[in-house]
């Protein structure tokens, strides 16, 4: 079982639809996450940290379930520059001061005109 | 501006040939990452480096080599013993505190024929 799962999709959505992620991790003691945005032969870039308190940032919104060791995204009235691969990372196990992170392979959204 | 720059962009090699990828971050970020990222794949930890002289082997080491001699700077070589070396290559770093998200170099795009 990999250590952070996520359906790779793609998800093909209209635009101004609300659409959804989900991604589940392995590893109880992990301690940060984090959803990254990378664009086609792109670089991955951080798009928002995942909080159990949830985290809202303008159409995007985060939670973290720990109990269900799941986190979710979720974007509102997407837009075609959302058309991108969204990646479900997880902070790596033991000690605090690894920092190394484990990502999802990503999940991949088109939204159409 | 401060940030990771990668050279080159694009990279071509003979199989047989060693070659090193720079990376170099202004940050003032303790730790450094390489991963290597193949088409419909997630990113795979090759090494990383938390602090100065000193780092450690990730998930797929094997056929890489790095050094740490300057904070700023993580060179990765591939060498020829790597079996597939053709693959996007991304340098990454990141700072420790209360999370650990990392911030990436725009990537180098090695292809070994």
């Known amino acids: 079982r990999k250590e952070v799962e996520q359906d790779p999709g793609p998800f093909n959505v209209p635009e101004g639809a609300t659409v959804a992620f989900n991604c589940t991790y392995s590893?109880?003691?992990?301690?940060?996450f984090f959803w990254y945005r990378q664009d086609c032969r792109k670089e991955p870039k951080l798009l928002m940290s995942?909080?159990?308190s949830g985290n809202e940032d303008g159409r995007f919104t985060a939670q973290l379930n720990r109990a269900s060791q799941y986190i979710s995204l979720l974007i509102r009235d997407s837009k075609l520059s959302d058309s991108a691969t969204y990646l479900c990372?997880?902070?790596?196990?033991?000690?605090?001061?690894?920092?190394?992170?484990?990502f999802g392979q990503g999940t991949t959204l088109q939204v159409k005109p | 501006d401060g940030g990771i720059t990668q050279s080159p962009k694009y990279l071509f090699r003979k199989e047989g040939q060693n070659v090193t990828l720079s990376c170099e971050q202004n940050?003032?970020?303790?730790?450094m990452y390489w991963y290597r990222q193949d088409p419909g794949q997630g990113l795979r930890l090759i090494y990383y480096?938390?602090?100065?002289?000193?780092?450690q082997k990730g998930d797929i080491a094997e056929g890489y080599s790095v050094s740490r001699e300057k904070k700023e700077s993580f060179p990765l070589t591939v060498t020829s013993a790597q079996k597939n070396p053709t693959a996007f290559y991304l340098c990454?770093?990141?700072?420790?505190?209360?999370?650990?998200?990392?911030?990436f170099g725009p990537g180098t795009r090695l292809t070994v024929t």
């Open positions: 995942v909080y159990s």
């Open positions: 990372v997880g902070g790596g196990p033991g000690s605090s001061n690894t920092g190394k992170l484990i």
């Open positions: 940050l003032n970020h303790d730790a």
């Open positions: 990454a770093s990141s700072n420790y505190g209360s999370s650990y998200e990392q911030y």
């Open positions: 480096s938390q602090i100065v002289n000193d780092f």
């Open positions: 590893n109880s003691a992990s301690q940060s």
